[in-house]
T-cell receptor, first 111, second 113 residues
Framework: KQEVTQIPAALSVPEGENLVLNCSFT??????LQWFRQDPGKGLTSLLL???SQREQTSGRLNASLDKSSGRSTLYIAASQPGDSATYLCAVLDSNYQLIWGAGTKLIIKP | EAGVAQSPRYKIIEKRQSVAFWCNPI?????LYWYQQILGQGPKLLIQ????????DSQLPKDRFSAERLKGVDSTLKIQPAKLEDSAVYLCASNPGSNYGYTFGSGTRLTVV
């Protein structure tokens, strides 16, 4: 059974720092992995989608990597800003076309 | 392209009342999903439609929840009667097919008092 883990559960860093969020999954048989952002009580905003054949995707200050063999993905945020404060969730599309979610990392960027 | 539209944004009802949520997916997206997200937890899939047919509703509490997707476009999710534990954000998502990324709407925040 596919399980997705995100570490740490919460992270607080000063503005301007670069940071890395981690996502691990137990079964490497996935179709893709997607990173989302969620503001409190709101919907989910898709940040980056990495297909199983890809190693990384970039969008602005965000870079996501995927290592299927080790069951890991990282989301790198460069030059963090207070507006980046949110919960970040990763989800993998497993071999049964089920979207399996991590519990999220709550990120706080201190001005 | 326009995103996934959901309404209402917020709803407060008393327990045992009924409530309905509406979702309009991105044009051309065949697959539509309804998720329930309780505070502090990840989203839980309630039902998945492929066009106007149900693909997966195994986690839908069918004694009180119902959903339909007429004509394979818009969808409604209904709860009748509501319970306190139904308080959550209800999220609608769509994609062109199962192997694609998901696009979510802004969600409906339901509070049952």
């Amino acid at each position: 059974k596919q399980e997705v883990t995100q570490i740490p559960a919460a992270l607080s860093v000063p503005e301007g720092e670069n940071l890395v969020l981690n996502c691990s999954f137990t079964d490497s048989a996935i179709y893709n992995l997607q990173w989302f952002r969620q503001d409190p009580g709101k919907g989910l905003t898709s940040l980056l989608l990495i297909q199983s054949s890809q190693r990384e995707q970039t969008s602005g200050r965000l870079n996501a990597s995927l290592d299927k063999s080790s069951g890991r993905s990282t989301l790198y945020i460069a030059a963090s800003q207070p507006g980046d404060s949110a919960t970040y969730l990763c989800a993998v599309l497993d071999s049964n076309y089920q979207l399996i979610w991590g519990a999220g990392t709550k990120l706080i960027i201190k001005p | 392209e326009a995103g996934v539209a959901q309404s209402p944004r917020y709803k407060i009802i008393e327990k045992r009342q009924s409530v309905a949520f509406w979702c309009n997916p991105i044009s051309g997206h065949a697959t539509l999903y309804w998720y329930q997200q309780i505070l502090g937890q990840g989203p839980k899939l309630l039902i998945q439609f492929q066009n106007n047919g149900v693909v997966d509703d195994s986690q839908l509490p069918k004694d009180r929840f119902s959903a339909e997707r007429l004509k394979g476009v818009d969808s409604t999710l209904k709860i009748q009667p509501a319970k306190l534990e139904d308080s959550a954000v209800y999220l609608c998502a769509s994609n062109p097919g199962s192997n694609y990324g998901y696009t979510f709407g802004s969600g409906t925040r339901l509070t049952v008092v």
